[in-house]
């Protein structure tokens, strides 16, 4: 009965862990960034949430969601030119480290899912947080929740 229980702990864990939290109800605002696409295209604002709903501990390290939205684009007839995009990162952060690994990336384009990765214990690379980023002020968030 007990090693039941842990299975089910278990697989409940592992399905969190592989899906993307895009019903997530609470989603954390964390900053916005200005930003353009190239040379001459003209700027928008991402803004990068948080789900907090998400957030696994073990020790010094957690798991833990993060997402930015773009918004769509349009020219200046008012006619689409880029679709929403949405991008959902799963990413372990070592708090006392000051480190992070991605776990895994899913991009939608047009609230449709466009492309997805996963990386294994093998193939993950640990990164320190730079110092003022966008990935810091996350890390900061995410930190704070523990």
């Known amino acids: ?3 039941n229980a842990s299975i089910a702990v278990l697989a409940g864990l592992t399905t969190l862990m592989t899906s993307t939290p895009s019903s997530a109800e609470k989603w954390v605002y964390v900053t916005a960034e200005k930003t353009t696409d190239g040379e001459g295209e003209p700027p928008y604002t991402r803004k990068f949430y948080i789900d907090a709903d998400s957030l696994l501990k073990s020790g010094t390290s957690i ?3 993060h997402t930015y939205f773009t918004p769509d684009r349009r020219d200046s007839d008012g006619k689409p030119v880029l679709a929403e995009r949405r991008r959902y990162f799963l990413y372990q952060y070592d708090c006392d480290a000051n480190t992070r690994s991605i776990l895994r990336y899913d991009r939608f384009e047009d ?4 492309f997805s ?9 640990t990164e320190s947080i730079v110092a003022g980023s966008v990935g810091e002020k996350i890390f ?3 930190c ?3």
């Not at 609230?111 to 466009?114: A, G, L, Q, R, V």
């Open 140 to 142: 900061q968030a995410a």
């Open 63 to 65: 798991k833990i969601w």
């Open 144 to 146: 704070a929740l523990r």
């Open 1 to 3: 009965m007990r090693m």
């Open 117 to 125: 990765v996963s990386w294994d214990s093998a193939t993950q690379r």
């Open 111 to 114: 609230m449709i899912p466009d």
